[in-house]
DNA sequence: TATTGTTATACTCTATAACTATA
DNA sequence: TATAGTTATAGAGTATAACAATA
């Protein structure tokens, strides 16, 4: 019996995660830890309620995720120049190389995982997958909705 | 500029997760406790070293795991027959019913996934994700080797 | 009064190591 | 001696609630 789609899907997902965990087992980061230091490098130096948002995640969460990402030096507070009660976080140069070094790495394995596909299917394979996607995305936000 | 393949990929498995956890809120279940439901609807009542095996998580895990599915009544411990070390878990006829109306769900779930897929795109897309979720898998596995 | 970050507390998932009862 | 499960301990991620400083 051939497994369904959606068991493909989420087959995939678990292997990333399996993948991750092993990736950066030793180097003192995790997923999650990970996820913040995408954030920053995306929108730059943030307030931890920004961070808080792009991360969704609570902002006590985040003062745990940036204390340790302080404590493993990926990550400096400092001062908001303009509002007394907010800190800045950013990366340090450490982490904006290991942060260039992992966005090769996905683009790599993003090319390695599309030559594993038949030429000839290529291009179907991105546009159903993009569509999976945008489906899922409003089949989610529409049981947000109805919560 | 296009997503990359991967980073729908990873969005798809994020929206998985961010659905299943609100599926669950308030029905004491959780994507650990859930995984273990699925193994026993599979393997039928298993040992605790069997379930570990299955889910991928230690002994000790799956004590904890079980211990919460039954106190939330979706399991039951029996004594094994042969082995008075051991223990069978057992899904209780409540959880049965839960599982198949999972299951259910999960059906109709990727059924809607493929039907967001272009008529034409869709042989292609089922080939080509069981494709890519072969090549991670043998990715992964040789990294775990080399370890 | 509202917002930013923190302290306090709690729950879940996960792991390793040591221990008990049984094979 | 080896195996099944548990107790003990620990760390990470997550959440809510209460509180301080600042806006």
Redesign the pocket.
Known sequence: MEPLLLDRLLQIGDLFQKDMDRAFAGTGL????VHVLWALQHAGPS????LAGL????????????D?LEGTGHVR?TP?P??????LVELTPDAVATMTRMQQDHQELSASLLSAVAPEDRDAVERGVAAIAEHLAALVAQAGEAR
Chains 1, 2 share one sequence.
């Open positions: 995790t997923p999650a830890r307030t931890q309620q920004a991360c969704g995640v609570t902002p006590r969460n985040i003062t745990a995720l940036v340790a507070r908001h303009t509002d007394r009660r907010a800190v």
